[in-house]
RNA sequence: GUCCCCAUCGUCUAGUCAGGUCCAGGACACCGGCCUUUCACGCCGGCAACACCGGUUCAAAUCCGGUUGGGGACGCCA
């Protein structure tokens, strides 16, 4: 095989959904499978709705997660003069025409086909003009569009795509479509085979939604006289109510950034992705990067749309299942070594970061992640959750402050008490402080875990963690003391 | 209204092309148990699906037809 060449074509007029990442994933996967090249393409030939800030997003969110480029960004803005040779050239053909609809017209003929229930689409009003009328009205200055002229065949025109088999559609259903505005500017459409082909584009992997737009695309390729590139439809991503996932009606949800600022792990979400709508074809589910670059192929792609699991308001899941049981494997599962750099973000964005955890403090920290990570779901958790093991200001949760703390009167006198004996352990080890633990249980007549669980409330703020005894050793002596200490403040 | 695509547990899916090994496998979620000072992790077990109707066949989740359902497109957006 020639060197596959794809290209991920993102138009800049909001931030990178989980859609696009999910295209921009299948492609680069496929460009890394077969050692092609990947082309980044900015699709910003609608002025009006493309932004810097969205183009910045997009890249950004392509950085976070991973997903490199071989080449580019480029600008579609800046080939137009391509576009309009492409259209000129149609034009001169034969293959195209100007066409004097105005968009009023067009309009209120598309209403009252909808109305009558009707086919709704181009009449061809301004296909068969003669060439002096056409001259006439230019010369006079009238705003003209120019649209294809789909040819005038019997049968079917159709390709085999690599998802979903031999696709085909009767020339006859297919309307003259614009390819370049009244104003001059080319559109989508041809725009886009233009730079496909420019780009030396052998693989478009893309969603099902551009279906009707590659039977038109097809027309464009033979009509320019190129060589059609290999087409792939990816099955659509929808929500529960089975509609197209958007960033108008589902906000930040679908919005990459959001998993970013969530504490996702860039891989861990990665591999999420890949699951909604393909499968190695066999049980695994967990990849490396390597692992998914060698089992990814396009025809295992699924032709069915699947749906992005998230339940609004859902009081256990802020965002699909699946996505979080992922990133916690990926959390838990990781060396401590390559998850410790992404903690220390979240540490340093909250204030909590020590210069200490990088040099003498660095085994500590790693031993600290290592000892509570199973609990937690997404890296800030160990700012939020952790939190008491980084910082002497933490909140105490009101669940085991009342349960654990303010239900037994005793421990206002028992806690401080065992921090006298605790700072007199020469020895502060697992064993050492459980021994002391559970002989003043025994002194006060309660069971152990009484003992334990209010010093959890008072050491951590929170109603569950890691063996206590490790917990103590890991925040250390003095703080444990310290923390113990203030227990009669937490009592009304 | 027209065209196109799709259809296996609640969700992601394996199995469909080459019919039998599938009274349908895995994962997530859920439920139960073990472990335990708590909560997790881990381990063990459970619940749960071939949309429907016909046809072909000794045999259909798998092939064929239809029905129903869902999605997409039909823009001087991309």
Known sequence: MQHTRLRFPPSPTGYLHIGGARTALYNWLFVKKTGGRLVLRIEDTDADRSTEESISGIIEGLEWLG???DEGPYFQSDFSADHRRAAEKLLQEGKAYHCFCTREELEQKREAA????????????CRELGEAQVEAKLQAGTPAVIRFKVPERQGKIGYDDKVLGRI???????????????????????????????????????????????????LLYEALEAPVPVFAHMPLTLDTKKAKISKRSHGEIVAVEFYRD???????????????????????????????????SLDRINKSASIFNYRKGDPKFFTDPKAIAINEHYLRTMAVEELAPLVKEVLIDDGLWHNDYDTGLRQWFFDTIDLIRSRFHVLTDFASMGRAYFSDEFEIEEKPLNKNLLKHPGLKQWLPELADDY??????????????????????????????????????????????FDVLVTIGQQNVVTRLRKTPQLFP
Not at 115 to 120: G, R, T, Y
Not at 180 to 203: A, E, F, K, T, W
Request: proline share 3%.
């Open 423 to 468: 700072e007199r352990l020469s020895d502060f080890s697992v064993e050492e402080t459980e021994r002391l633990a559970r002989a003043c249980a025994e002194r006060v007549g309660v069971k152990p875990g009484v003992v334990i669980n209010g010093m959890r409330t008072v050491v951590t703020g929170q109603l569950a963690g890691p063996s206590m």
């Open 114 to 125: 909808l109305a009558a229930k009707q086919n709704v689409g181009y009449d061809g009003t």
């Open 168 to 218: 085909e559609s009767s020339y006859n259903e297919i309307d003259d479509f614009v390819i370049v505005r009244s104003n001059g500017s080319p559109l989508y459409l041809l725009c886009n085979v233009v730079d496909d082909i420019r780009d030396r584009i052998s693989h478009v992997v893309r969603g099902q939604d551009h279906m009707t737009n590659t039977m038109k695309q097809l």
């Open 67 to 69: 997903i490199d480029w």
């Open 262 to 296: 969530h504490g996702f792990l860039p891989w861990a979400f990665n591999n999420f992705l890949v699951l909604l709508g393909w499968s190695p074809g066999d049980d695994r589910e967990i990849f490396s990067k390597e692992e998914l670059i060698e089992a990814f």
